[in-house]
């Protein structure tokens, strides 16, 4: 098939931040489709296009941070709406895939699929609109119809949905009965992953700071969503009680600057804490290779427990521990598997007692270690779920490949 993806912020191996739609473009290229990367140009890469591991990517000038304000994204997202929309209406296509968020992403997808005449697929990687409603993002009652007019009709213009979580699915077969959805998690780049102990006994043969210590480790956003000031506090009550543990926060975002004030107006920066820049995801596997326990964080909302974080699942596929401080389907696997810790929301004090007790239990961090490598390779390996992947795709296309009357792997390249 010829698939244009439309994704505003994917990013390579080489970036900062999660890279699923690159891991599962660069399989849809190796099973012989041809894939176009629609995306917005990060801060160093120059708009254009590229060829990155088979997939033709291109480069929008519409640029987007965390960082940013509300209104400045709301901007960024209508810029990449009008500017992919151009883009993706030339192109050739069998199918069109749009990973949200933002939602918009399906004005253009939509529009390009509809130019063609063939089918598209949306993938939703977060409860919308019910989430920036409840973050108060969407505060007057004419953003929140809106909010609601472009979900249902984006829902309904896709031949299948796909969630990242059961809690995503069930939300939107509830205010959407009748649209077929199917989940497909995150997943865990095991062969990413597969030299993290070694990379991570270097690091901390460099790092006097972190040495044979306990490490505990967030590699994510620091956005208002994330609530990393959670951490912050766990780092003041551990100098107390527990001095010799670290925490490692690697990222950025809108809250970076909030969060390194108040580490060090609580006494933690750069003591027991320490505050990182992004790193690529080819180099953060030292860190997680390095550390005992890996922390994936929010802020106490109820519609957050249905998130599929990254973190989480390049904890798994580094062996590592995982610890949530919030309900929902990670919750419920990691206590029900054994692969870490849930932490309470809301209370960083408490959360500091349990993760003192986890990391002085080396029996409970073995099994934790165990369970976690155990999900990576039996239930979330990136080849397993890119599996049910491609199955939507080809379904949404027109049938399975037999039905069709080719293999995939053999595109048809005509008009």
């Not at 390579?12 to 660069?26: D, F, I, K, N, V």
């Not at 077929?180 to 070694?198: G, H, K, W, Y």
């Amino acid at each position: 098939m010829r698939i244009t993806y439309i994704h505003q912020y994917f990013k390579t191996p080489g970036m900062a931040g999660g890279t699923r739609s690159y891991e599962l473009a660069r399989r849809l290229v190796a099973r012989g489709h041809e894939v176009h990367m629609i995306t917005g140009a990060p801060d160093g890469v120059r708009a254009g296009i590229s060829t990155e591991a088979g997939i033709v990517v291109h480069w929008l000038p519409v640029p987007y941070r965390n960082a940013m304000s509300y209104r400045r994204r709301i901007w960024a997202f209508l810029g990449f709406v009008g500017r992919s929309a151009v883009v993706a209406g030339r192109l050739r296509h069998d199918l069109v895939f749009v990973t949200s968020t933002p939602l918009t992403v399906a004005i253009p997808g939509v529009y390009a699929a509809l130019r063609r005449r063939v089918p598209m697929v949306l993938e939703v990687r977060d409860v919308w609109p019910e989430l920036p409603i409840a973050l108060g993002a969407l505060r007057s009652p004419v953003s929140r119809w809106a909010a609601r007019r472009l979900e249902a009709w984006a829902y309904h213009r896709a031949a299948r949905v796909i969630a990242l979580s059961p809690g995503m699915a069930d939300s939107i077969r509830r205010r959407n009965p009748g649209v077929p959805v199917t989940v497909v998690p995150n997943s865990c780049d095991r062969e990413l992953f597969a030299d993290a102990d070694r990379a991570g006994v270097a690091l901390r043969r460099d790092r006097p700071w972190l040495g044979d210590r306990p490490l505990v480790l967030y590699a994510g956003t620091l956005g208002l969503v994330n609530g990393v000031d959670y951490l912050v506090r766990m780092a003041a009550r551990l100098a107390e009680t527990d001095p010799e543990v670290r925490l490692v926060i690697i990222g950025e975002g809108r809250m970076r600057d909030q969060v390194r004030g108040l580490a060090a107006e609580l006494g933690v920066l750069d003591r027991n804490l320490f505050l990182l820049g992004p790193v690529a995801k080819t180099e953060v596997v030292a860190f997680f290779g390095a550390c005992d326990l890996t922390v994936s964080v929010t802020v106490d909302v109820p519609e957050l427990a249905s998130n599929s974080a990254n973190k989480v699942f390049d904890g798994f596929a580094a062996g590592r521990p995982v610890a949530v401080n919030h309900g929902g389907w990670l919750a419920e696997l990691i206590t029900t598997s054994g692969a870490g810790l849930v932490l309470p929301p809301g209370d960083p004090v408490a959360a500091a007692a349990v993760t003192a007790a986890f990391l002085r239990d080396a029996a409970a961090r073995a099994a934790a270690r165990a369970a976690a490598r155990d999900l990576a390779r039996e239930r979330f390996d990136r080849d397993l779920v890119f599996r049910d992947f491609e199955r939507v795709l080809t379904e949404a296309a027109g049938g399975s490949p037999e039905e069709r009357g080719r293999d995939p792997r053999r595109p048809d390249r005509g008009d």
